[in-house]
């Protein structure tokens, strides 16, 4: 996401490198190609302009330090400013009630029920809460066996009424049933349409009045554009909700919806969706994602991914296993497996500073981790646990059992016993000597 932008934007910075000083000329120069970036990422005219216009205000007469550069000066300002325009600061949905309930609304398309799902794990997971879905939506086919399935994926109630096709008393009953059987929290999904028109906005409304939600989210797919700034616009005005969630941010690689929304509706955005996996979503951080954009990574998004996955007590496990050299391939095949839960392999590696820009053209995904993971399994449990028995007759049987070459089962046990190595370095000697032997494999090579 925000690929193309992030292009742009550093070009534009470009103009400034090597000039002395910040001046009326080169910022106006800079700022033409900055709005030229905007217009192309689908952002309005007029939200543009002010963009410029109050980064032009900033920069003149900035005093420059001497160990910063114009151009570098330049990028804090509009990264500043970018999340500003996004909402400066994270902003949390309420669920606070007996039971807190969230009202979810959007268009046909948008990926509200998949949102819901994904929703009700993340409640589940990192909050706590008991969670009931209610599939609220009566009219699109298949969308209530669609939240069952999403539903029976996270493990979390979802109440329907299959005889029922008033959606206002679905809602009322389920949060009665949910008061009553002692649910925390209660994610409606909606009905959409393919357009804004009066008889959605009134059901809507008529949803809002009966159960009095704690929060309204409003949901969009990303990839929509300035069309999703005026379908949010258009629902604001009518359900005054509290928060946007921006659906399909992998397939948007401009990002006018997630630099428009705040400044038109005036209502954080409050989560960005990807993919399909239930995973897959991500509490929205404007100072974070104003970083991703000036390609400065994202550390922090990172370490609290990997945080998620990895329990502290099997770390401590592992630990041991790599400094008594006792890590094995079934260890390696489980890293694996925790890496793949954080999410896709290439947005992962871009959130590291500098990397985005590496990997632009760089095909990877989950996908490339399958022939390593087809060869550890056909292996025995004996060969996992001492690979250094795997010899030729086995290295040939492996290979015929994963589909692969004799050449992939050797790359893979010499990538396996080169990690194995520096790893246990890190664990018992330090970085210093992990550095050392990392020179002398490269020299063996």
Known sequence: MFENL??????????????????????????????RALLDADVSYKIAKTF????????????????????????KIVHDELALLMGS??????????PGIVLVAGLQGSGKTTFSGKLALNCKTKRGLKVMLVAGDVYRPAAIEQLKVLGSQVDV?????????????????????????????VIVDTAGRMAVDQEMMDEIA????????????????????QDAVETAKAFNDRLDFDGVVLTKMDGDTRGGAALSIKAVVNKPIKFISSGEKMEALDVFHPKRIADRILGMGDVVTLVEKAQEQFDEEEARKLHKKLAKDQFTLSDFYQQ????????????????????????????IDNNSFKSIEAIILS????????????????RRRIALGSGTTVVEVNRL?????????????????????????????????
């Open 413 to 445: 046990l010499k990538q396996f016993e080169d990690t194995r190595k520096i790893m246990k370095t890190v664990a018992g000697g330090g970085m210093k000597n992990a550095m050392r032997n990392m020179g002398a494999l490269r020299r063996r090579r």
């Open 6 to 35: 992030s292009e742009k934007l550093e070009r534009s910075f470009k103009i400034l490198k090597g000039q002395g000083k910040i001046t009326e000329i080169n910022v106006a120069e800079t700022l033409k190609e900055v709005r």
């Open 52 to 75: 410029c216009d109050d980064v032009k205000k900033k920069a003149i007469g900035q005093d420059v330090l001497t160990a910063v550069r114009p151009d570098q000066m330049m990028i």
């Open 336 to 363: 694996i497996q925790q890496i793949k839960k954080m999410g896709n392999i290439k947005d992962l590696a871009s959130m590291i500073p500098g990397m985005a820009k590496a990997i632009k053209d760089v095909d």
């Open 89 to 98: 600061e994270f902003s949390d949905i309420n669920i606070k009630g007996n």
């Open 157 to 185: 109630t979802v109440y329907t009424e299959d005889d029922c096709k008033d959606p206002v008393k679905i809602a009322k009953n389920a949060v009665a049933k949910a008061k009553a059987e002692g649910y925390s929290l």
């Open 206 to 225: 008529a949803i809002k009045g009966a159960v009095n939600p704690t929060e309204i989210l409003f949901v969009v797919d990303a990839m929509t554009g």
């Open 379 to 394: 292996m025995t449990l004996e060969e996992r646990e001492n690979p250094q028995i795997i010899n030729g007759s086995r």
